[in-house]
């Protein structure tokens, strides 16, 4: 059941709110030399940008993965897929594959394989993912 106009204008705001207040304490750390400034990756960049970051990654790969909703929410498979891909070239890479996932993430996890525990890298299970990545595929959120 696709959601109604009415319920999606709220769930923007909200998803707006929250990119703007992650870049301005983003912006905050950066400008005292804290960490690097967060950037902002539009949907049909994503996968090119997951790609790059597991190609540079030397010593740790830590993700919170949680699959189980990704095709109920509209994710493409062949993007899973992708996902899929690189974490695989990051286990028979990176000394350290650490990913973070729900019972219920794994589980469906079985046929994609982005959770690759059983090929060197390492699950940790925990109630729920405690955030969500948004996803809009009509423009900016």
Known sequence: MAPTPERTR??????REAVAQALEESAFHAARGVRPA???VDPPRVGVAVARLVDVTRRELLTF????G???QGVPER???HAADCVHRAVARVPAVRQITSPQGLAHDAELGTIPWRDGGQAR????IPFRLGCSTAGRP
């Open 10 to 15: 709220p769930r923007r705001a909200e998803v």
């Open 38 to 40: 967060a950037q902002r």
């Open 65 to 68: 993965d949680d699959p189980s």
């Open 70 to 72: 990704c095709v109920v």
């Open 79 to 81: 993007l899973l897929t």
């Open 125 to 128: 299970l925990i109630r729920q």
